[in-house]
């Protein structure tokens, strides 16, 4: 099934989302589990919770609904709301993280969404990051796999959702989650930008073929971060560094909206990373 192609007359309409964030009171980068850290660059911990206090905010003026998560001392990460889970249809499939330095945040989402009566909630057998690595679109269950999601947690996410999952392979460690590479702009008719040369050449095709009019991201964007992108269907919330991507979104009735989260870039996440989506 090929993509739905969307009437381009249609004016863009933006969706009230609910979100989960965690705040960054115990950022910090000690380890390297991604190309981005460095633990011998220091973060300014005040500049990056006034960043992250700003994309907070910025959702909340735009209409959408902020919700909390408590960070943990020993947990810096945490920060990194997209990768504790995935939520379709109120249904909650968690974490399992690939490195240890990680793994208790999944138990520390679960419980969070049991708190907060969700209460379809599937604890994964195998490895997957949650939003890191899955990309929800009209049609399909987007899948990235090769530095940390298993292949295995594919099939374990179609059974549980019930949705078509297409299995996309990352090939350059810089683009180690799938929301590194590519991001969803519109859920409603599969419209998406991505870079192709984070993913293999049948993964190019694959995308080629069910997203013909995607926005394709430069070398140079993509660098940026660029698509660590949050979309509401008409805002779209981007690191402001990726400024190739503001006019193509522009001319396609999307309002790009530059953040700086650059301290929290040292940690190899922006705008995605921080914004797990809520979908009830």
Known sequence: MLSETRDLSAPRVARPRRYL???PAHFKVTYSINPWMDPAKPVDLPLALAQWEDLRDRYRALGHTVELLEPRPDLPDMVFAANGATVID??????????????????AHLDWFRAHGFTEIHEPSHINEGEGDFAVTASYLLAGRGFRSSPLSHDEAQEFF???????????PRYYHLDTALCVLDDSADEIMYYPDAFSPGSRAVLARLFPDAVIASAEDAGALGLNAVSDGLHVLLPQGAVGLFSPLRERGFVPVGMDLGELLKGGGSVKCCTQELRV
């Not at 109120?90 to 793994?103: C, I, M």
């Not at 949705?163 to 090939?171: A, H, N, Q, S």
């Open 21 to 23: 964030m965690c705040p």
């Open 162 to 172: 019930g949705r078509p999952v297409i299995g996309l392979d990352l090939v350059d």
């Open 90 to 107: 109120g249904r909650v499939l968690g974490a399992r993280f690939a490195h240890p330095e990680r793994e208790a945040e999944a138990a």
